[in-house]
Nanobody, 126 residues
Framework: QVQLVESGGGLVQPGGSLRLSCEAS????????MGWYRQAPGTERELVAT????????????STNYADPVKGRFTISRDKNTVDLQMNILKPEDTAVYYC???????????????WGQGTLVTVSS
């Protein structure tokens, strides 16, 4: 019913920047929250950043949350069914598969879904 597709991953040198994008598609009534998670080799999946919808249209007034290791370096943003992650001052420890996540009210049955993308690889290395 609902799919998330990530893009923008790749190889970047330490100190560089990369922008990830995720688009939700399918039978979507609304999306209350979207976020990014990552999983490095040999580790558990961890939260990177989330953004929740505000009370206005076009998700105006939403709030954001960031994991401590990325605060001040990463920025999450939302527009319609798309969530982006701007990653600056990248470090080798940022290397991971990054996954998009969304809390979706799906139609036509108004079923609530927690949806994950397939992931995009980010490698930070010189």
């Amino acid at each position: 019913q609902v799919q998330l597709v990530e893009s923008g991953g790749g190889l970047v040198q330490p100190g560089g920047s990369l922008r990830l994008s995720c688009e939700a598609s399918g039978s979507i009534v609304s999306i209350s929250a979207m976020g990014w998670y990552r999983q490095a080799p040999g580790t558990e999946r961890e939260l990177v950043a989330t953004i929740t919808s505000g009370g206005g249209r076009n998700y105006v007034g939403g709030s954001t949350n960031y994991a401590d290791p990325v605060k001040g370096r990463f920025t999450i943003s939302r527009d319609k069914n798309t969530v982006d992650l701007q990653m600056n001052i990248l470090k080798p420890e940022d290397t991971a598969v990054y996954y998009c996540n969304a809390a979706v009210l799906a139609g036509p049955t108004y079923k609530f879904l927690e949806v994950w993308g397939q992931g995009t690889l980010v490698t930070v290395s010189s």
